[in-house]
């Protein structure tokens, strides 16, 4: 191989390696950390994968009508440090998840504490 090639596939592996890193942004880029707000529902999806373990409830408003949620949640390695584990919820749970919405106005939420009903 030329030392020419070499260089270009050298630094396409590091431009490739980048991508995840451009891809997550800041917590105040992505959320309204002036608004916060509360979601009562009942799971239907727990994702654990990295950045984000990924909760996905649906939660119905005043007018009956039912809008599924994305909750994110820190990574699997800190949740599992603070002795969640992957069963800790189950689609069919009914929880509360405080947190902030998007500023982009989609249905996610940086979810900053989930507690189960009943406990």
């Not at 707000?37 to 009508?65: F, M, S």
């Not at 002795?83 to 249905?107: E, Q, Y």
């Amino acid at each position: 191989m030329t030392t020419r090639r070499i260089v270009s596939t050298v630094g396409a592996g590091l431009l490739l390696a980048a991508i995840p890193v451009l891809a997550h942004h800041s917590f105040k880029a992505e959320y309204d950390d002036n608004h916060p707000i509360i979601l009562n529902g009942t799971l239907t999806k727990v994702t654990w994968k990295n950045p984000h373990v990924l909760v996905y409830v649906d939660v119905k408003d005043e007018a009956g009508k039912i809008t599924n949620w994305e909750l994110q949640l820190d990574s699997p390695n800190m949740l599992m440090s603070q002795g969640w584990k992957v069963d800790s919820l189950k689609p069919g749970d009914r929880i509360m998840a405080n947190g902030f919405p998007a500023k982009n106005g989609t249905n996610i939420v940086n979810a900053r504490k989930i507690t189960l009903e009943g406990h």
